[in-house]
């Protein structure tokens, strides 16, 4: 499986940040996979946005929920991101990434694998 | 706590070892997970669960967890493990994912 970011590079402050996911290898529909995004300032730390799940629920990052919408598009194989009302602290690389939420017994995790090569959004007037 | 907390920078000598931590009460229920970020790439996974490696990671890369700290162990580290290092893992309620701010590793 690849995934692939794609959108506008800059946005204004107050506008809203679209960017999709493209799923190649494999399907959004198929396993038990979350389709997530995560972003990271310049040099800074990983940050989780949200992520969608293959039967269409969603779970958000509460800081951010206010803000995000994550959907998905079965008939392109895409998942988007849309982020209002954005600022410049919103400026960022950000990833899209597959998620799996593993539990058997008392072993419980999650892991993001594989990851796109990400996307710089600047938001700038 | 919804907080994974990791040591800012670590560093290590040529082949030696070095262990890099993740503190958090989430970690009581839940594994980490690790991460390797080098200079303008995006992060790979290279550790999950208890202390599985996916396939093309070198076995000198180890996991491990004692109470609420995760740790990551390079035995034997070498130039190329020079990055960053993440841990991630769910918050108190399950439903949220949440990363450590990373260490960056230095090899000398």
């Known amino acids: 499986v690849q995934l692939q970011e794609s959108g506008p590079g800059l946005v204004k402050p107050s506008q809203t940040l679209s960017l999709t996911c493209t799923v190649s290898g494999g399907s959004v529909r198929s396993g038990s996979f979350y389709w997530s995004w995560i972003r990271q300032p310049a040099g800074k730390g990983l940050e989780w946005i949200g992520r969608i799940y293959t039967s269409g629920s969603t779970n958000y990052n509460p800081s951010l929920k206010s803000r995000v919408t994550i959907s998905l598009d079965t008939s392109k194989n895409q998942f988007s991101l849309r982020l209002s009302s954005v600022t410049a602290a919103d400026t960022a690389m950000y990833y899209c990434a597959s998620s799996y939420d593993y539990a058997w017994g008392s072993d419980r995790y999650t892991w993001f694998d594989p990851w796109g090569q990400g996307t710089l959004v600047t938001v700038s007037s | 706590s919804s907080e994974l907390t990791q040591d800012p920078a670590v560093s290590v000598a040529l082949g030696q070892t070095v262990r890099i931590t993740c503190q958090g009460d989430?970690?009581?229920?839940?594994?980490a997970t690790w991460y390797q970020q080098k200079l303008g790439q995006a992060p790979a996974l290279v550790i999950y669960?208890?202390?599985n490696r996916p396939s093309g990671i070198p076995d000198r890369f180890s996991g491990s967890t004692s109470g609420n700290t995760a740790s990551l162990t390079i035995t034997g580290a070498q130039a190329e493990d020079e990055a960053d290092y993440y841990c991630n893992s769910r918050d108190s309620s399950g439903n949220h994912v949440i990363f450590g701010g990373g260490t960056k590793l230095t090899v000398l």
């Open positions: 989430s970690l009581r229920t839940y594994y």
């Open positions: 669960g208890k202390n």
